[in-house]
């Protein structure tokens, strides 16, 4: 039986929290002379380490799940400056 551990999602929402004022932070993301290679290195270096951070514990769910690939997706979005 699986069941879903509330300690963990409180704690990807916390990661999920830090890591958005990361990004906000880090302004040469969203420059226009910097290439989108070079973006996505900065963003896989800086920003997806502050979240991944711990998340050896993590108990891994569908809710999670859901919300990781949610939080990639803003971030792709904000790096490609897409509403």
Known sequence: MITEDVA??????IRIEKTRQKFR???ELLRRNVGLNTKKRI????????????????TY???????????????YRRLLKVP
């Open 43 to 58: 963003l896989a270096c800086y920003i997806f380490s502050v979240f991944n951070y711990g998340c050896e514990a993590w």
């Open 8 to 13: 963990t999602l409180k704690e990807v929402q």
């Open 61 to 75: 769910s569908k809710t999670i799940q859901k919300k990781i690939q949610t939080f990639e997706i803003w971030c």
């Open 25 to 27: 932070e880090n302004k």
